[in-house]
């Protein structure tokens, strides 16, 4: 008999596209475990388990620490759990297991709150490898009694040769702990913690399947998983357990909620992943790229949708510095952290610009480019078999991005042109940028090539019959100077 610690790996809405699942699940289960792979760790383990994943170390405990940061970040997984797998059956092992868990959670949780010990990178703590917590330590922390911290135990049994129901198994579990907490709160004169079968503060959910595996989660944790995927509300669910051992009115309950929301703590074990779909699993885009805030935004969340996504920047030397397409280089590198790898296309732009500058008035000059830019991503988007074009493009925010503007160069592409950021705030682009880690690069200096010869005041609400019929006049001459760029485009295959 053994009892390690493991991680489950939830994801969210796949689960719900029941014909392409499958698909979804090893386009998932691949990520992981090429993720996985650099640590060179023979014994782990990744598994498919009933509409989630487990990351186990056939060896004994995973080792968390080196684990989640590989794998965090990938698109698709809506969180993870931390657990603990153990092969006992017999419901007194699962009863002693269960309470030092669960003492385990709540002592390290509120030794984190009180600041006695650092918070880890994973957030969790306390469970020892061997789960020999010391006598004190499997009673309960008097500051967990004090807030009169609610708990329940909610039982998951897909073994249906299990001798005891759920309900049964909730019910000695929970009174193991509730006796146990008794014991030790009456030792050190503090109130016990409480059941509340409606409305806990943690509940410590037990699975009995070919193993049985215990985790936790808090109301805060829960709440905003159920708001996310649209569950029947809590309340429902715990009537339709219809499990109740002793029902306590819950005094306290408002401190404890005082002290969750006030210190941010949180009893869970769980931690929210990046959400989306696999990477890939959308089909293939091509990202108009430039070295600005918003475009590498744009392809973040493109590619958290699932779109793989291929870059293509537009490069106007010498008017332009070799060091704005290095500046976009290490954006995709940084993009690559969350895909795993970011093909890069540089197109040499200067022929094409040169040109349109000399044949369009000034004033119309930006929205000729652009619409060159989506002629020449269109014909990379044919050879790359990628059916959409990706661009940064958020409404209003300036004169080539009003919907006059966005109208008039919309023709020029030959696929659907996906704008994540269309209808988003700058304040927020911006912190979405410092958040997946381009906005320092963004920051950095160097012009990009639509800042060169643009017009003082570029026309705001051009007429899209007027830019077509200008751009008929002479595409004749354009289209194979275009042709000429993409033919001596140069690829990258850039990784994190
Ligand atoms: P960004 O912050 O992404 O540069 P922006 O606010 O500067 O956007 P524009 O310069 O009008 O706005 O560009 C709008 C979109 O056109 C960009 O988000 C990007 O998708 C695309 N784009 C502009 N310049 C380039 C370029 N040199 N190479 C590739 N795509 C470009
Ligand atoms: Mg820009």
């Not at 949708?305 to 537009?314: L, M, N, Q, S, T």
Request: glycine share 6%; hydrophobic share 40%; with cysteine.
């Amino acid at each position: 008999m053994y009892t390690k610690k493991v991680l489950l790996v939830k994801y969210g809405e796949i689960s719900l596209r029941k014909g392409n699942r499958k698909h979804f699940e090893h386009v998932l289960l691949d990520a992981i475990r090429a993720n996985l792979k650099p640590l060179n760790n023979e014994g782990l383990r990744v598994s498919r388990e009933q509409g989630r994943f487990l990351v186990e170390d056939t060896s004994g405990d995973l080792d968390t620490f080196a684990v989640l940061p590989r794998i965090r970040h990938i698109f698709g997984i809506a969180g993870f759990c931390h657990a603990i797998k153990t092969t006992a059956r017999d419901i007194d092992d699962l009863c002693e297991i269960g309470q030092k868990f669960f003492a385990a959670q709540i002592n390290s949780a509120f030794e984190r709150m009180d600041g006695s010990s650092a918070q880890t990178e994973s957030g969790f703590e306390g469970m020892g490898g061997s789960l020999d917590v010391s006598p004190v330590k499997s009673g309960f922390a008097a500051a967990a009694a004090a807030a009169a911290v609610s708990f329940k135990v909610e039982t998951k049994r897909s073994d249906k040769n299990y001798p005891l129901t759920s309900t049964e198994i909730s019910a000695a579990i929970g009174e193991k702990i509730l006796l146990t907490a008794e014991a030790s709160a009456a030792s050190e004169g503090v109130p016990p913690i409480k059941v509340d079968v409606r409305n806990p503060e943690i509940t410590l959910w037990v699975e009995i399947r070919n193993d049985v595996y215990f985790y936790v989660n808090s109301a805060q944790a829960r709440k905003s998983r159920n708001e996310q995927r649209g569950h029947m509300s809590y309340a429902a669910r715990s009537r339709e357990s219809g499990y109740n051992f002793s029902t306590c009115e819950n005094e306290s309950a408002s401190v404890t909620r005082r002290l969750v929301h006030e210190t941010g703590y949180n009893f869970s074990a769980y931690e929210k992943g990046e959400g989306g779909l696999p990477y890939g699993s959308s089909g293939k885009g091509v990202l108009l790229l430039s070295g600005g805030f918003d475009s590498p935004v744009a392809g973040y969340l493109a590619a958290r949708r699932g779109v793989e996504i291929v870059a293509v920047y537009f490069h106007s030397p010498p008017f332009v510095s070799e060091r704005a397409a290095d500046k976009v280089k290490d954006i995709c590198r940084q993009l690559a952290k969350y895909t795993g790898c970011v093909k890069l296309c540089v197109v040499p732009f200067t022929d094409t610009q040169v040109f349109l500058k000399e044949n369009v008035p000034h004033e119309k000059l930006t929205i000729l480019l652009k619409r060159a830019m989506l002629h020449i991503a269109s014909r990379l988007a044919e050879r790359e078999r990628a059916l959409c074009l990706v661009t940064g493009d958020a409404v209003g925010q300036v004169a080539s991005q009003t919907v006059h503007s966005l109208a008039s160069v919309e023709s020029a592409a030959k696929f659907p042109v996906i704008r994540p950021l269309a209808t988003m705030d700058k304040r927020d682009i911006m912190d979405m940028a410092e958040k997946i880690g381009t906005h320092e690069i963004s920051a950095r200096p160097y012009e990009d090539c639509c800042t060169v010869f643009v017009a003082k005041h570029p026309e705001n609400k051009p007429n899209f019959g007027v830019i077509e019929k200008m751009e008929a006049r002479f595409f004749r001459e354009l289209s194979p100077k275009m042709d000429d760029a993409l033919n001596n485009a140069e690829f990258f295959d850039i990784l994190p």
